[in-house]
């Protein structure tokens, strides 16, 4: 199973785990240590959540000036993976007014992973990350795109759980939310995602209870909207969800309780199937502008040219294909399968343990263990006939997107407000624990609060401290970026040459190039073993002409000078 270690979890260790441990023991013990304060601090937050409309501009803002006050110690990321690549790309290619770019006469050169090279030049990924970040890079830089993301979560979120509970349980739900994932986690410090998906599931849920109550047309137009982002960031996940609330929706229109037809119709019904029809309308044209089909989806395209590996537990490997780069060849035909096989390859137990070990992987990237603690609750969660329907959700979400070979905690976004809404529902239970007359509850959820918010100075030291803790490939990363710089600094326009070893990893990539390859500052090529660069260097005689090998330590430019035999 292809999961790498998250970089912003270096701060989670035991100590912090034991001194939480401590820390509730003694808040059992003593659960009105410093009532005061805690009290004061519950009451302005109570009074700040009433005002619902200002809570949800303020947690937005919030995230953003905390976020860039952390700039000196958190920087601008630079892009690390393949699926990185692959979103700016997306991004850069909206930016520029298009929704895909025609094919290059020297694509083999260009040939990179999650890029699909005909008929158009284009990403593989749905467009819905691609135009934050092309929002972003129209403000000035992609990355402003995933922040601004990230603020429209939690804002989201927030008007989500406003629908489903008290406004001030509300408001601090989406506060661990933005705790979770807004500060030293790659969410809010890569170009990945998971904050589009994570606002259209917080849309549909935040709209469903509303339409329940009051059936009116925008609710429902918010719900269709949160449908069509689901679809475009993350389409299989986002139809587990969807498919959850249009039963109960289902159901709910046809009780016997329920509002006529007369009511349902137009301002249920209509605006939903509207919104849809919409979204269903865009994903056509975008595809057919980037595959040439309406019905074929860049993902499908991009799959059968190159993926011969299961995306689904239950697939069989296709017989290994041959490209043109090695880099290809480690990646598809030895990584990938090595990879499947070490974790679904030795029968059903192992597979069992795969999947165990994913479900763990979930708990500790969404609650985290302080938050471990309001899920206790579960019990009195379940005898909550308005909880049950969530619960439900992220069961069979969960369930669902366990099929999938391959995992990241960003893959299940749409699931972020409904796993915060058991969360928050937990804590409002367990601050009813009582325990010989002590009102010990009171204490644990002010504990476990504050055990969240104390962890980002930790995060920050451990930032401070080590640098590399916040990459996945130290070296690599850096590398490329003062490569980038030092090329953007020097006049004229470039065309680098990137040459690997027999033992590369193909995890670290650097042959990715912007949506209009010929007129970018820096061109970056393969160096192919047996096929003739000659017409590369000749459609770019203009250029100055670098040679990189990014194995050869220490990784330094150097001038071109073709192989001669």
Known sequence: ?????????????????????????????????????????????????????????????????????LLGVDPVPAPQVHDEFSYLLAGDTFAHGRLANPPHAMWIFFETFHVNQHPTYASKYPPGQGAALALGELLGHPWIGVLLSVAAMCAAILWMLQGWLPARWALLGASLVFLRFGLFNYWVDGYWGGAVAATGGALVMGALPRIARRQRPRDALLLGAGAVILANSRPFEGLLLFLTVAVFLAAWLLRARSPSWRITLPRVVLPIGAALALGAAFMGYYNWRVTGNALLFPFTL????????????????????????????????????????????????????????????????????????????????????????????????????????YFWPHYIAPLTGTVFLMVTQGMRHVRCWRWSGRPVGVGVTRLVVLFAAATIPF?????????????????????????????????????????YFDEHNPHEEWVYNAADIDRAKIVW?????????????????????????????????????????
Not at 304 to 332: A, C, G, K, M, V
Not at 533 to 562: K, Q, S
Request: charged share 20%; aromatic share 10%; glycine share 6%.
């Open 1 to 69: 199973m292809f999961v790498l270690r998250n970089p912003h979890e270096g701060y989670h260790s035991a100590f912090l785990d034991l001194v939480f441990l401590l820390f509730t023991i003694a808040a059992c013990f003593r659960p009105r240590a410093a009532d005061g304060v805690f009290r004061r601090i519950e009451n302005l937050g109570a009074r700040f959540a009433a005002r619902k409309r200002l809570a949800v501009l303020g947690i937005a803002a919030a995230a953003i000036v905390v976020r860039l006050s």
């Open 525 to 565: 090529a393969r160096d192919i073993p047996d096929q003739d660069i000659a017409p590369l260097l000749e459609y770019y005689r203009g250029r100055r002409v670098w040679l990189v090998e990014p194995d050869v330590l220490p990784v330094r430019l150097r001038a071109y000078a073709p192989v001669t035999e």
């Open 302 to 405: 991009n799959t059968r040219t190159y993926l011969t590996t299961p995306l689904f537990i239950w697939e069989r490997p296709q017989p290994p294909l041959h490209y043109s780069n090695p880099q290809f060849e480690d990646f598809y035909n030895d990584w990938a399968r090595d990879d499947l096989n070490e974790s679904f390859g030795k029968g059903p137990r192992r597979t069992a343990g795969e999947l165990a070990r994913e479900v763990w992987y979930f708990l500790s990237s969404y609650p985290g263990s302080g938050l471990f603690v309001p899920l206790l609750a579960l019990p009195g969660i379940m005898r909550d006939p308005r909880m049950r329907f969530p619960l439900a959700q992220i069961v069979l979400c969960l369930a669902g997107s366990l099929t999938v070979v």
């Open 459 to 499: 995060r920050a030291i451990e930032a401070t401290r080590d640098p590399g803790t916040l990459v996945l490939f130290p070296s690599s990363v850096q590398d490329r970026a003062r490569i980038v710089k030092q090329l953007e600094s020097l006049p004229g326009q470039h065309l680098v040459i990137v040459r």
